[in-house]
């Protein structure tokens, strides 16, 4: 017996054409896309007219299993992706212990497939604890399944060892991920460093402190012919950069987050910690660079960068307050949103496309698309559905969000996850 998706609309993710299909999954797989299926035999589901996508991807998210499990854990984390409507999450490896080795990356991998509610792909380290000092094995994370290398949370400091890393990684065929930060320049900051910044009296975060390792790796990605993967991309010079290294033929891609695209440190007063994030938020200036890069290619997909923090934690003081939003419940609706219907800048199925063919193109991962013979990896979309972001709603532990009391509209009510439902409220 199969699940059976009737009175759905199915989006075309090339030409955005809306198709009125029928769509019947067996098993782990989609059997059969057409415009009327025989219902016998199968459990139907009527789908009210919403709009059937592929599950969403997010290749950065902080499950913080094992070490912080009181921020949060596998199951919560990857039932919060499930209720954004996503079905493959790839894991940050600065938990505690660091995923530094391969019985840490299976541990990941055994106990998502015990208790999750997503695809969990995890990360391995570049270096030791992330302390920046030695190289992790990364031949025996490749085989424990690691899906790229990143030191996560803090930017890899020294340049030969950065080199060092990329020959390995080329080698394995895997992509190194960064978190591109000099902390010479980065230092003690806290947010920005610009107008506000000075305003408010807190010590900032310059922009370059990004880019000059973007451009640094880049560089190093030429002349180890690995794939730089950039993460969570914020600043003007830093987009300019990737274009220029795409320009050049130079193996980069890179990641945007919500958070980036739609908030400015306009926004921060100096005494919130939800609005504190690692990269910070930045000029309008920046965020229009990063709405340009994405819509012209030169940055290739979103990530949530799903960083969850305890109450207390993001209680304190704005200057010692851990940096971090929560993502996966709200990425899709706000985006939606905000892009789509408000600025039309986007239309749905570019924006799907950003949280779905692209990144499982990019990371060579099933799922991205809604085809016969595919994985059953998909999610349903209301789009007339209109509500107010309340943190206290959401699975994950974490409530940290700028985004609460938002009003948001394209909210996922059906999400399937290799042939099982993991989120219904349909
Ligand atoms: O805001 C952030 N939070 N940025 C990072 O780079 C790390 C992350 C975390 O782990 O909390
Ligand atoms: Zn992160």
Same mark, same amino acid.
């Given at each position: 017996m199969g699940i059976l998706l009737q009175n759905g609309k199915l989006l @075309?993710?090339?030409?955005g054409e809306l198709l009125a299909r029928e769509v019947l999954i067996e098993g782990n797989q989609i059997t059969r896309i057409a415009e009327?299926? #025989?219902?016998?035999g199968h459990e139907t589901v009527n789908l009210n007219g919403h709009v059937i996508v592929p599950g969403f991807f997010d290749m950065h998210v902080h499950l913080r299993d094992p070490g912080f499990e009181y921020k949060e854990t596998i199951e919560t984390g990857t039932q919060a992706a499930a209720k954004g409507g996503f079905t493959t999450v790839a894991c940050m490896p600065n938990t505690r212990p660091v995923l530094d080795k391969p019985e840490l990356l299976r541990y990941v991998y055994e106990k998502s497939q015990a208790v999750g509610f997503a695809r969990v792909y995890p990360y391995g380290a570049i270096t030791k604890g992330e302390r920046g000092e030695e190289l992790t094995d990364m031949d025996a994370l490749k085989e424990a399944g690691a899906i790229g290398f990143t030191d996560d949370g803090?930017?890899?400091?020294n340049a030969g060892m950065m080199r060092s890393a990329m020959e390995r990684a080329k080698e394995l065929g895997l992509p190194i991920v960064i978190h591109a930060e000099d902390e010479s320049l980065? %230092? =003690?900051?806290?947010m920005n460093e610009g107008e506000v910044s000075k305003r408010l009296g807190l010590p900032g975060i310059p922009g370059v402190a990004e880019s000059v390792h973007v451009a640094r790796d880049a560089l190093l990605a030429e002349l180890t012919g690995a794939h730089l993967h950039v993460c969570h991309i914020s600043d003007a010079s830093a987009v300019d950069v990737v274009r220029w290294a795409k320009r050049r033929g130079i193996r980069v891609t890179a990641e945007v987050t919500p958070h980036h695209l739609l908030l400015t440190d #306009? %926004?921060?007063?100096?005494?919130?910690?939800?609005? =504190?994030v690692n990269p910070p938020l930045r000029t309008e200036k920046d965020r229009q660079a990063c709405l340009e890069g994405l819509l012209d290619g030169t940055i290739d997909m979103i990530a949530t960068d799903h960083a969850p923090h305890s109450e207390e934690e993001k209680k304190r003081a704005f200057q010692v307050a851990p940096f971090g939003f929560v993502g996966l419940e709200t990425a899709f609706p706000l985006l939606y949103t905000e892009?789509? @219907? +408000?600025? +039309?800048?986007?239309?749905l199925h570019q924006l799907v496309q950003k949280m779905t063919a692209a990144p499982a193109a990019i990371f060579g991962v099933p799922g991205g698309r809604v085809v016969e013979?595919?994985?059953a990896d998909l999610t349903v979309i209301d789009l007339q559905q209109e509500r107010v972001i309340d *943190?206290? #709603?959401?699975?994950? +532990?974490?409530?940290?969000? *700028?985004?609460?009391?938002w009003k948001a509209k394209g909210w996922p009510v059906l999400t399937i996850c290799n042939g099982r439902v993991t989120h219904n409220e349909l």
């Open positions: @075309e993710l090339e030409s009327r299926i #025989e219902a016998a803090i930017g890899v400091q980065s %230092g =003690k900051g806290c #306009e %926004g921060i007063d100096g005494t919130d910690a939800n609005w =504190k892009l789509v @219907e +408000k600025a +039309k800048l986007l239309s013979g595919g994985v *943190p206290a #709603e959401f699975a994950s +532990k974490g409530r940290n969000t *700028p985004f609460a009391g």
